[in-house]
Nanobody, 124 residues
Framework: QVQVVESGGGLVQAGGSLRLSCVTSGRTVLTYGMGWFRQAPGKEREYVASISADGRSTDYADSVKGRFTISRDNAKNTVALQMNSLKPEDTADYYC?????????????????WGQGTQVTVAS
């Protein structure tokens, strides 16, 4: 079974930066897209960003576009989310997920494997 593990969350002041990392194990993920989602207290899970299997295409939610960057290293089975200019509304648990498609995708049901989440808190 594919395992997905996120790390890199923490407490940061508004305007600061964090880099989240996601490491997969169990099999290679060269064929599959990867995505990041987040869930804030009392809110529904929302899409953040995704990247195609070959890393050539990326997509971002409007709320993070221009501030966050998704990337992947297929040789290491890793995906990262660089978060800059963080805002208090970015506070959430962040989840890395492994898609059933090779393309970018905003639909959560297209992601078959999920990590346990890493908490990001942005202080105001």
């Amino acid at each position: 079974q594919v395992q997905v593990v996120e790390s890199g969350g923490g407490l940061v002041q508004a305007g600061g930066s964090l880099r989240l990392s996601c490491v997969t194990s169990g099999r290679t993920v060269l064929t599959y897209g990867m995505g990041w989602f987040r869930q804030a207290p009392g809110k529904e899970r929302e899409y953040v960003a995704s990247i195609s299997a070959d890393g050539r295409s990326t997509d971002y939610a409007d709320s993070v576009k221009g501030r966050f960057t998704i990337s992947r290293d297929n040789a290491k089975n890793t995906v990262a989310l660089q978060m800059n200019s963080l805002k208090p509304e970015d506070t959430a648990d962040y989840y890395c997920a492994f898609a059933t498609t090779s393309s970018t995708d905003r639909r959560s049901f297209m992601y078959a494997f999920w990590g346990q989440g890493t908490q990001v808190t942005v202080a105001s």
